[in-house]
C-alpha cells in the first residue's frame, strides 16, 4: 500500500504561481511513476504531468511551459511547480502513483483556487 498525501494549494490570483507538493508512504515494491491530475467542478479528471522512475517527465498540452514535475526520491515526494497561473487552473489537484506492478494510488487532492 502507499498513501498520498498532497499539501501547498491555495488561493492565488491570476498571474501567480503555487507550488504542489506530495507525500508518498508505504510499501510498493517499486514505483513506476507519479503524476498530477486536476479536476474542476462539473469536469472530469484530467491528466496534468507525469514523472516516470527514470527522470522522463511528460507534460498534459494545456499547461506545457507553465508547469514543472520534479521528484525527489529521498524524500519521497513529487512537486508541481505551476506558474502564471488563470482561473482555468482552479480545480483540485491530485497525486498519483503507478507501483512497479501496476497498483494505482491516489491522494485526497489539495484545492487550488486562481482569482481573476
Known amino acids: 500500500q502507499v498513501q498520498l498525501v498532497e499539501s501547498g494549494g491555495g488561493l492565488v490570483q491570476a498571474g501567480g504561481s503555487l507550488r504542489l507538493s506530495c507525500a508518498a508512504s508505504g510499501s510498493s515494491g517499486g514505483i513506476h511513476s507519479m503524476a498530477w491530475y486536476r479536476q474542476s467542478p462539473g469536469k472530469q479528471r484530467e491528466w496534468v504531468a507525469r514523472i516516470f522512475s527514470d527522470g522522463r517527465t511528460n507534460y498534459g498540452d494545456f499547461v506545457k511551459e507553465r508547469v514543472t514535475i520534479s521528484g525527489d526520491n529521498a524524500k519521497n515526494m513529487v512537486y508541481l511547480q505551476m506558474n502564471n497561473l488563470k482561473p482555468e487552473d482552479t480545480a483540485i489537484y491530485y497525486c498519483?502513483?503507478?507501483?512497479?506492478?501496476?497498483?494505482?494510488?491516489w491522494g485526497q487532492g489539495t484545492q487550488v483556487t486562481v482569482s481573476s
Open positions: 498519483n502513483c503507478v507501483s512497479a506492478i501496476g497498483r494505482i494510488y
